[in-house]
């Protein structure tokens, strides 16, 4: 993809999908991006993104994390959480094009992007809110997908109490934005999966404060 092309995109891909949540404003493109060039971003990503698989430690015990990660961002940009901290990556050539149309389209400016690389059904994150304080107050997360369809499970904070849920399958090429103040009251996960499911990438695009 070039940045031409990448411009192209916006005036044709523009299906919007909302959701009638309590406290969350989420929209959702199942196709931002075609299948052809969501496949051929998957490869490109896979091959050429310097990938690390972090130790995390829960009730004491320390485990791999069930995917690969990559943080790339703007110089002094780091990311924390669960213990760990990540430091930017430079931007490549292929990051930066896509966020410059995810810019363009969300009229959002990011200046860092976590990629998980869920390798198989078997990678997986658990429950988490993306309220690091270093996102800000109402972050905007702008989370595109490449590969194999997953789950996407959301789940209120009250959700005892006021039974809140939902779920949204996120597809080859998609692109689901989080705004407003649904980090404070959302949490979300990707499930692991029994079934036969090839390899997926996920950016998450963010504005470190």
Not at 20 to 46: C, G, V, W
Not at 93 to 108: M, Y
Request: charged share 25%; glycine share 6%.
């Amino acid at each position: 993809m070039n940045s031409q092309n990448a411009g192209k995109r916006e005036l044709f891909q523009n299906k919007l999908i909302t959701y009638d949540l309590p406290d969350a404003k989420i929209e959702y493109y199942p196709d931002f991006f075609s299948h052809a060039t969501s496949d051929q971003m998957l490869r490109n990503l896979i091959q050429n993104i310097k990938w690390r698989q972090n130790t995390i430690q829960f009730y004491g015990k320390r485990s791999l994390v069930p995917r690969l990660e990559a943080w790339y961002g703007d110089e002094g940009k780091s990311y924390s959480y669960s213990g760990i901290k990540m430091n930017p990556q430079p931007w490549n050539e292929l990051l930066l094009e896509i966020k410059l149309v995810l810019e363009a389209f969300s009229k959002t400016p990011f200046n860092s992007v976590l990629i998980n690389y869920y390798r198989n059904g078997k990678d997986r994150v658990a429950w988490h809110s993306d309220d690091e304080k270093e996102l800000g107050r109402n972050p905007v997360i702008g989370s595109i997908s490449f590969g194999a369809e997953r789950r996407f499970k959301l789940r209120h904070r009250k959700y005892k109490k006021n039974g809140h849920k939902a779920e949204i399958k996120l597809e080859n090429g998609s692109l689901l934005l989080m705004k407003g103040e649904t980090q404070h009251h959302w949490m979300h996960e990707i499930p692991r999966s029994s079934l036969p499911i090839g390899p997926r990438v996920n950016l998450t695009f963010r504005c470190i404060r």
